[in-house]
């Protein structure tokens, strides 16, 4: 049997990885008190211009060992983005031997975009110095690690060898154990923790899921810092770990901050605390903050307990009579109440309670039937009402909807998981059958929207039918990109077959010259799932494309396959920018450019933040002065989450044409950070978010580029449906 290797060796490994490359130059050693305020600008134009087309070369290595720490700073955040393992030691080298803290912070920051393993060994080794360090380099690194690991245990590799396995497994250890010594080491200094050590550590151990760190985590739950709390809490929730229960309950109901209280609540229904059920229900109904009280009731939809149905639905009740005058409220009535309806769901599986059922079809007549929250609420409570009129025959009437019909598929499919274990013949087997009939029907109705066919599509899969394959093979040539996508998508779940890869790859000369991408990825990765050789030849088509993330997403699908390493085909992105667009990006870092954003529910302004991604900023102002925003719907709202907005479709797959590079910065998403939406890396546009709350586990993955200064209290207000009138940008 295979030994798994000394440590020691290991990290010798490591290092001889990271080194193995050639280094070019040597960082400055000037101190950071000598540097000048400002980048040239020619060569912050050069450096943004290398970012935005994702080309890593020679003139951005000279920059990484500039005289002017300003500049090496700003060269190794570029590195970070472009994400080219190229640039690995280098940076892995400026950490452990750059004078600058400034410089040595941004370049763990990097280190972790680039998500290489053979940056660990340099973050390693510099938070060994324990207590020696600048507290913001240690911070950074433990985030960096933190994406390492992550990164190295969900992206697809070919299948290892029991010695590389063993490797790999013994090296994921080595990086855990660092991230955990990281923050132990912080709490066991109480008296002088660093903040930010702590913050992004927590962050750190949510994306790299140690084993057995529970009790540690809990233990920042005892700090007087309300937001080392809170992230506490937060990652004790997504990691569904059981050590601070105890001492969330408490929280829930005592602490002062309305976020520790909601992320309280939100452990206790992650972890399914039974004890919490009081408590939870009290906060339910009567906190002061909504957030608070929306975490409640999502908590109390886990717990399962049917005693909080009847106060929920007196809570409905009094909020449906508020509908009217929710400016009163710290949260528009209709975001609680799409929240109580969906616990009610989950609280009331396939059972009959008159007034849950009534509550629920008042809620269907008052969103008209375009909720999702209400339509797999009511087809999990009463699978028999749902299936029948008058509700059927509002989505065959001439003008209904395509979220109505969308939200009816998406209610059919709840059925599915509420009748389980039906005997043939019976109710249950009558209505599984008559649900998937009549998705079925919907799908090949010739008068279907096709906005409501991606969510039909994805319904009548559930059911696992036959002739699933049939009919996503016949909508691979339908006209809108997102069927084929969520056609490509199904066939990639379905076992291998020749007809599959053979309409896939039919299907793809046509989406790789289509204007937007969505249908191309999907088919391409679907190809891969078919692990033939010309499935994988069809793939290599996708190195030719203009588009740089289909060759990004070939280059990956052909190395997870064992085909070969295709990296050299990625090149750089073929930009829509000029010098001038970039000179006009650029002129606004230092200033203050803002909009205001007027919605059927009142204004908000945001500020823009230039400097940290200067032309995230610019495509989003040059859309609002086209008046792209203008009239267009909201199409998500999560209540403590986010507002989304900027999609022209109004299903969340639109967009303007054209994808945008990420600009991942170190701003955090606090409340009222404005985000770039994404479907994965550099695949930006139009689409854009306001956070309620701190959400930790954004924070570099996706591009802050503002914030809300002015009229917070109307984003909270916002809910899904209602519509952007205007966005004015001001540069003045």
């Known amino acids: 049997m295979m030994q798994t290797p000394d440590r020691k060796i290991l990290s010798l490994v490591i290092l001889i990885a990271c080194l193995s490359f050639s280094v070019v130059g040597q960082p400055s050693r000037k101190r950071a008190d000598a540097r000048p305020s400002a980048i040239p600008p020619a060569i912050l134009l050069q450096i943004i211009r290398a970012e935005d087309e994702r080309r890593w070369d020679d003139s951005l290595k000279k920059l990484l060992a500039d005289s002017d720490a300003n500049v090496r700073k700003r060269a190794a955040l570029a590195a970070g983005r472009i994400g080219n393992e190229g640039a690995v030691p280098i940076l892995a080298e400026m950490l452990l031997t750059d004078r600058d803290n400034d410089v040595r912070q941004m370049t763990a920051f990097a280190l972790g975009e680039i998500e290489s393993p053979g940056g660990a060994y340099a973050l390693v080794e510099m938070l060994k110095r324990q207590g020696q360090e600048d507290g913001n380099v240690r911070a950074r690194a433990v985030e960096a690690l933190g994406k390492i690991v992550a990164a190295m245990t969900s992206s697809p590799q070919p299948s290892p060898d029991a010695a590389t396995k063993a490797i790999d497994e013994d090296r994921l250890d080595i990086l855990r154990a660092t991230i955990v010594g990281a923050l132990r080491f912080e709490n066991d200094r109480r008296s002088r923790p660093d903040r930010l050590t702590i913050l992004l550590g927590l962050t750190a151990v949510l994306r790299a899921k140690p084993d057995g760190v529970g009790k540690l985590v809990a233990e920042f739950l005892d700090y007087s810092d309300p937001r080392i709390v809170a992230d506490a809490l937060n990652t004790l929730a997504r990691l569904r770990l059981k050590e601070g229960n105890d001492k969330a309950r408490d929280l829930l109901v005592k602490h002062s901050d309305p976020i520790v209280r909601s992320n309280a609540a939100r452990v206790l229904g992650a972890t399914e605390d039974k004890q919490a059920f009081d408590a939870l229900l009290d906060r339910a109904l009567h906190d002061a903050d909504s957030r608070v009280g929306v975490s409640a009731i999502r908590a109390l939809a886990s717990l399962k307990d049917s005693r909080a149905v009847q106060p929920l639905l007196e809570r409905g009740d009094y909020l449906l009579k508020l509908t009217k005058v929710s400016r009163q409220f710290s949260i528009e009535p209709r975001n609680e109440l799409l929240e109580i309806v969906a616990a009610l769901g989950r609280l009331l599986p396939n059972r009959y309670d008159e007034s849950a059922v009534n509550f629920v079809k008042r809620m269907h007549q008052l969103t008209n039937g375009e909720a999702v929250e209400v339509e797999i609420a009511f087809a999990r409570m009463v699978p028999g009402i749902f299936q029948n009129d008058p509700y059927r025959s509002e989505v065959l009437k001439r003008g209904a909807t395509w979220r109505q019909i969308s939200r009816r598929a998406q209610g059919l499919a709840s059925i599915r998981e509420v009748i389980t274990g039906a005997a043939t013949g019976s109710a249950g087997d009558s209505a599984l059958k008559i649900a998937q009939a009549e998705l079925r029907d919907l799908l090949t109705r010739p008068t279907t929207p096709d906005f409501a066919m991606s969510d039909i599509l994805e319904a009548y899969n559930s059911y696992k039918p036959d002739d699933v394959d049939g009919l996503a093979r016949n909508r691979l040539i339908a006209t809108d990109v997102i069927i084929r996508a969520s056609a490509a998508e199904v066939l990639g779940n379905q076992p291998s077959s020749g007809a599959n890869t053979r309409a896939l790859i039919d299907a793809l000369p046509r989406a790789l010259h289509d204007a937007d991408n969505d249908a191309a990825l999907a088919i391409l990765s679907a190809l891969a799932k078919q692990k033939n050789r010309e499935a994988n030849e069809a793939i290599k088509t996708g190195l030719?494309?203009?588009?740089?993330?289909?060759?990004?997403?070939?280059?990956?699908?052909?190395?997870?396959?064992?085909?070969?390493?295709?990296?050299?085909?990625?090149?750089?992105?073929?930009?829509?920018?000029?010098?001038?667009?970039?000179?006009?990006?650029?002129?606004?870092?230092?200033?203050?450019?803002?909009?205001?954003?007027?919605?059927?529910?009142?204004?908000?302004?945001?500020?823009?933040?230039?400097?940290?991604?200067?032309?995230?900023?610019?495509?989003?102002?040059?859309?609002?002065?086209?008046?792209?925003?203008?009239?267009?719907?909201v199409p998500r709202v999560v209540p403590n989450f986010v507002v989304q907005t900027g999609d022209p479709r109004g299903d969340q797959n639109g967009g303007p044409g054209y994808t945008i590079r990420c600009e991942i910065n170190e701003a955090p998403y606090d409340r009222a950070a404005v985000g770039m939406a994404l479907s994965g890396k550099d695949t930006g546009g139009s689409q854009w978010f306001v956070t309620h709350s701190p959400q930790p586990h954004l924070d570099g993955g996706y591009t802050v580029f503002g914030r809300v200064i002015r009229g917070m209290g109307i984003v909270d207000q916002i809910a899904r449906g209602d519509h952007i009138v205007r966005v004015v940008a001001n540069e003045r």
């Open 544 to 633: 030719d494309s203009k588009d740089h993330l289909i060759r990004r997403r070939a280059v990956a699908l052909l190395k997870a396959n064992g085909v070969g390493d295709f990296s050299d085909r990625i090149g750089t992105v073929q930009t829509r920018n000029t010098d001038a667009d970039y000179r006009r990006a650029i002129a606004r870092i230092g200033q203050k450019p803002t909009a205001t954003v007027v919605t059927t529910k009142g204004s908000f302004t945001i500020e823009f933040l230039p400097g940290e991604a200067t032309l995230n900023v610019d495509n989003f102002i040059q859309l609002a002065k086209k008046g792209y925003f203008n009239g267009q719907t």
